[in-house]
């Protein structure tokens, strides 16, 4: 069936070029316009208004949740069906492109503004959501609103976690403005949809326009703490050493060991992404250092598996480099798959609309892995140029690709808007 | 023959008690108590007053120079005849103990005292120093005072170098009101003496009271800059990455290989102590990295040896990696011998005081290095327990250690102060 109504492409993408500027900073060693909004900062403050106002224009009636969740609400013309969701996240990482999150939000927004431009009812309200602290970039824990919204963290332990300059997730909102009254537990949607770039190569290799989302990968953090003994660079023999910066330096390399060898398959992820040591001095030897490690699988079998191997390597680095290795799991996360009846009206779309599609396991965490727990839920991905490099200014989609994953995600939409409860 | 004066033990180590109260903390992993005067700091300034002060009571006239050094002079018989010079310095790194530098400084103080209470005078002048910013721990220099009293390093220069929030050395030398008027240019003294505890556990091991040492090893530091790409560590393949982080883990690592294979000797030492990534964050893979490289040695020609391998290797993880890595020179100091004279006539003080000595070569770079460019220097080595640990709170020279040290400054003070010009 060939689709009646699309979205407006360069509206979508003016929109994304409009809110990329909130935030941005001039990135000095690629020359390139960035964006850095952390969760809950000024800066995130600034595009959640800008957002909400941008939904009010549509107008979409805006709540706000606990803890800082935002909903924009078009009525159905049967106003007391559960609605179908949109949504994804606006925070960034500190060093961010302007597609990551923002896609699916104003992607949203675009179907909105679409139905209204052709006074398209549908049967079902339409919500557009952005989740607080998608990122985990700030608060080290990732999904957060989401999570909140659906049950799996509590409100009081998600405002008491603190960002490393000793500030809160509840003083935050507050200080932006956004700690709403509205009741965090949200009422699960009829379904939620959730459009998002790939940040990874495969699609744009293959060419393909869509992604059907399969499903979320496994994740697992580790926070370590590494405490040796700082001592003088210049006199102090290798052999009385506790190095905590070697400690941290060979966990590294191990990382990148277990994925080249090959024996987790080919799609193990491992990342230490964080190193601090301390003093961090160039005369002295380092007598702690904090680290991270993010490991990912599509198979839970082998994450577990990489994990184990992990854990005894720690213990064979605290050994031999005589320092201690503590570590807390900050994020531990099964193979989430995504709902069947969105995977097929996804492909289906897409195939109405003459678009390369191909199935898909998300290497990032998402928003719709949470709501996938309350609702029927699911994500479409659309294509990012560079090897779809991500959580890096040189983040790109054109504006073909952005526009295709609204289109899909209008068609979606409006299967699911216009069922019948039970359908 | 045996020594007529002494100096009183339990007053030098008072007096080392009290300074190392400026700018103490409570270390929350060791428990103990340590000391952060980074050179320049509100603690160092604190630090400098006290000391000031103390040379005041002990009736020495203090002078300061541009770039901070103090000096209180005592006057001589003779008192046109250049000065013996005893000094080091006060300031720290930021997780020190109390006595790197203090003890040159304060035992040069203790020997004035003792020479007032006998009411010994000396045909010359005797001088009282401590300069500014031997750590380079701030400011990435070390040796800043006595390099500039000693004209390696302009003063201009000196006073243009930043910390890393960006604060010049001019500012905050203002800002602790030590940006003295004195010529910053120093007229070379008849011979500089530095007493110094060991920061090494071979004195300690071989159960020796005093250490003559020989000279200051070469030192060599690099300060690293490392661009890669940062990029989402969820969904970027292994192959597509350009992760600074792991770059800097294998230099890591590599310096560790260095010294372990013995292929350098027995003697080479080489530290990461500074390794910063950029962003960050537990998942974004690290585009930059900054960090630092210490390698020392005792022999020139192994250092330099060790130095162009380690720049070959450079080349060679930024192939592997594909990354770029650019090095800066921070400090490169040759083998300094120290004279002679001074090496001779500490032996024969320790002999004739019954006390167990023997040749060291000194592991780290100290004020004497510069001296040893204009005048006769050397310097005095007391032991350290636990394995000699430095830079850090565990420091710990025991009353008598630090006593002896104190004597044989005064033994071998007595000696070039009491010489005429020439002999």
């Avoid at 935050?172 to 959730?194: M, N, V």
């Avoid at 660079?233 to 910066?245: E, V």
């Avoid at 070697?246 to 398959?265: Q, T």
Wanted: proline share 5%; with cysteine; aromatic share 6%.
């Amino acid at each position: 069936m060939k689709p009646t109504l699309s979205i407006d492409g360069p509206r979508l993408y003016a929109s994304l070029q409009a809110l990329g500027e909130i935030g941005a900073y001039e990135d000095p060693y690629s020359g390139l316009r960035g964006v850095c909004r952390l969760a809950f900062s000024a800066a995130d403050g600034a595009g959640r208004r800008h957002v909400v106002a941008e939904m009010r224009a549509a107008g979409l009636e805006v709540t706000v949740d606990r803890i800082g969740n935002a909903f924009g609400r078009r009525r159905g013309t049967n106003d007391a069906l559960r609605p179908v969701m949109m949504g994804s996240h606006i925070d960034s990482v500190a060093t961010a492109g302007r597609f990551d999150g923002c896609l699916g939000v104003l992607a949203g927004l675009e179907v909105v503004r679409s139905l209204n431009d052709a006074k398209r009812e549908t049967l079902r309200p339409v919500v557009v959501a952005f989740f607080s602290e998608e990122e985990g970039a700030r608060f080290s824990t990732d999904m957060l609103g989401s999570a909140v919204a659906t049950g799996r963290i509590p409100l009081e332990r998600a405002y008491a976690l603190r960002d490393p300059a000793g500030r809160s997730v509840k003083e935050e909102l507050d200080a932006i403005g956004f700690r709403g009254d509205a009741d965090e537990r949200l009422t699960p949607p009829h379904a939620y949809l959730e459009c998002h770039v790939e940040q990874g190569p495969v699609l744009r290799a293959a060419n393909c326009d869509i992604g059907v989302v399969l499903g979320v990968q496994a994740i697992c953090w580790h926070e370590l703490l590494i405490i040796g003994k700082s001592a003088h660079a210049g006199t102090t023999p290798m052999s009385l050493r506790a190095d905590a910066g070697v400690a941290a330096a060979r966990i590294n390399v191990r990382l990148r060991e277990m994925v080249a060898s090959g024996r987790f398959g080919a799609e193990l992820r491992a990342t230490m992404g964080v190193i601090a040591p301390h003093p961090g001095l160039v005369n002295v030897v380092p007598g702690r250092v904090v680290a991270s490690v993010d490991i990912r699988n599509p198979d839970d079998g082998v994450l577990e598996r990489a994990e184990s191997e992990l854990l005894l390597f720690y213990e064979e680095v605290a050994r031999e480099e005589k320092v201690t290795i503590t570590h807390r799991q900050t994020a531990r996360t099964p193979f989430v798959p995504f709902a069947d009846t969105v995977r097929a009206r996804v492909d289906a779309a897409a195939e109405a609309r003459g678009l390369w599609r191909q199935a898909i396991v998300s290497g990032a965490g998402h928003d719709a892995q949470e709501m996938a727990r309350v609702c029927t839920a699911g994500m479409i991905f659309v294509p990012g140029e560079y090897d779809g490099i991500s959580h890096n200014p040189r983040e790109l989609s054109t504006p073909e690709q952005c526009a295709n994953g609204g289109n899909v995600l209008l068609d979606v939409l409006l299967s699911f808007a216009d069922e019948a409860e039970g359908a």
